[in-house]
């Protein structure tokens, strides 16, 4: 991806503090609801949000060539098909306007219209999705699970370092951060016997996954070739894709999960900008073997973004269970839209793409209860007499990511998702 360059001012007239992942580094784009109704796309710097809607009427952005206001919406889409002239533009427009020498808007009487706290505001989530795909990309994830599935015989199905496993999602029922999820039901079978039952599941799991947003489309027929697949690329995303084991184990053969995973999916209301993430570039995991020449890549690179998952369980304080990374993905976000397309599917602007349960190389790194205890066979302790095997009624799981280096902080915010009983 040919990436421009850009002067990020060394301060910025708004406070922000060291630790804070929304940094001039970074200007994260989401959408929020304001306290009058207001809908508006908007700029995320330190504790602060800034309404692009407002700055856009008041003639912020000049340069920009839209006959519409692209930032008075409930999601980013408008602005996404706008193409990376204008991503470019805006970036580089609201640098220069939050530069400490730059007194365009921060001399303004009504800056409080503009410029809001967070915590005024209510997310949704950032962009309408007319399509989601859920990859299956980590080589530790995929080990694990064919170890304990198939401990007789080989971890790894042949086709796994041939092509990026993925499959269909459901769009629907993609929901922000903070939107409470209900434990799912389905068709088990239990142990021993061999006829199903129906219920709540008893085996409910997260799992930590990136996704990237689809920000330029491609026609129907047309394949996107692997060293141009970023330039399609908006931005990412902490994506958790919730998972029901025992459903899933009884519903998978011959086609795939289906009620295992449909029932929800959660993801951040931040969208973090190839843009920003260009300074954690770093050299993706080698592939020991060789893929057919759609999937070869000149320039083979991923980002060194560093992950978190902590679960609450009530009435006790949050206790991290996993520390991963995006950078240990064996395929590449490049890879996987090239393998998508390669049939003639055709991407939309604002389609999600997830990246897989993203595990490490050690224990303390997988990316799933499934994993962190081994099947149920190792219980995680949250405190002195409250253990874990998969997640309760009650529970609550957050996921955060972020990027670090020489003193640049680049953050993703968090997920958060409190688990409710059936319905």
Not at 42 to 51: E, F, M, Q, W
Not at 153 to 176: C, E, F, Q, T
Not at 248 to 254: A, G, R
Not at 335 to 341: D, E, K
Request: aromatic share 10%; hydrophobic share 40%.
């Amino acid at each position: 991806m040919s990436t421009p360059v850009f002067l990020v001012p060394e301060t910025s007239w708004i406070a922000v503090s060291p630790d804070s992942d929304f940094s001039l580094n970074n200007l994260p784009y989401g959408v929020a609801r304001f306290p009058k109704g207001e809908f508006s796309v908007v700029v995320a710097i330190g504790d602060y949000a800034l309404n692009l809607s407002r700055l856009y009427k008041r003639g912020y952005f000049p340069e920009l060539n839209t006959e519409k206001n692209p930032f008075r919406k409930s999601s980013l889409n408008a602005f996404i098909r706008l193409g990376r002239p204008s991503w470019t533009y805006v970036r580089r427009r609201l640098l220069e306007l939050l530069d400490l020498k730059n007194t365009e808007l921060q001399k303004r009487k009504d800056l409080s219209k503009i410029l809001v706290p967070q915590s005024l505001l209510t997310f949704l989530l950032p962009v309408e999705i007319s399509n989601y795909t859920d990859f299956y990309s980590s080589l530790e994830h995929a080990s694990n699970v064919g170890k304990m599935f198939r401990p007789d015989g080989d971890a790894m199905l042949p086709n796994w370092k041939h092509i990026p496993v993925g499959y269909h999602g459901r769009a629907s029922s993609v929901v922000v951060s903070g939107y409470p999820i209900h434990r799912p039901k389905g068709q088990t079978l239990p142990e021993g016997s061999e006829v199903p039952v129906f219920g709540p599941s008893r085996l409910l799991d997260f799992e930590l996954e990136m996704a990237f947003i689809v920000g330029k489309s491609n026609a129907l027929g047309e394949s996107v070739p692997v060293d141009k697949a970023e330039d399609h690329l908006f931005g990412m995303t902490i994506f958790n894709d919730w998972s029901a084991r025992d459903i899933q184990k009884w519903e998978y053969v011959p086609l795939g999960p289906f009620l295992a995973k449909n029932f929800a999916s959660s993801m951040s209301p931040w969208v973090v900008t190839m843009d920003a993430l260009q300074p954690f570039r770093t050299e993706a995991p080698v592939q020991d073997v060789e893929v057919l020449p759609y999937l070869r890549e000149k320039n083979r690179g991923t980002y060194d973004i560093k992950l978190q998952v902590d679960i609450q369980a009530a009435e006790l304080p949050a206790v991290t269970v996993c520390r991963s990374n995006f950078k240990y993905l064996y395929w590449t976000m490049a890879q996987q839209l090239a393998h998508h397309t390669v049939g003639g599917c055709n991407m939309q602007v604002g389609d999600v793409c997830a990246s897989g349960t993203i595990s490490g190389p050690s224990p303390d790194s997988y990316g799933s209860m499934l994993e962190l205890s081994w099947k149920g066979s190792k219980p995680l302790m949250l405190a002195e007499g409250v253990e874990r095997r998969f997640l309760q009624d009650g529970d609550v799981v957050e996921m955060r990511a972020y990027c670090e280096k020489e003193g640049i902080r680049v953050g993703f915010g968090a997920v958060r998702t409190e688990i409710l009983p059936s319905k």
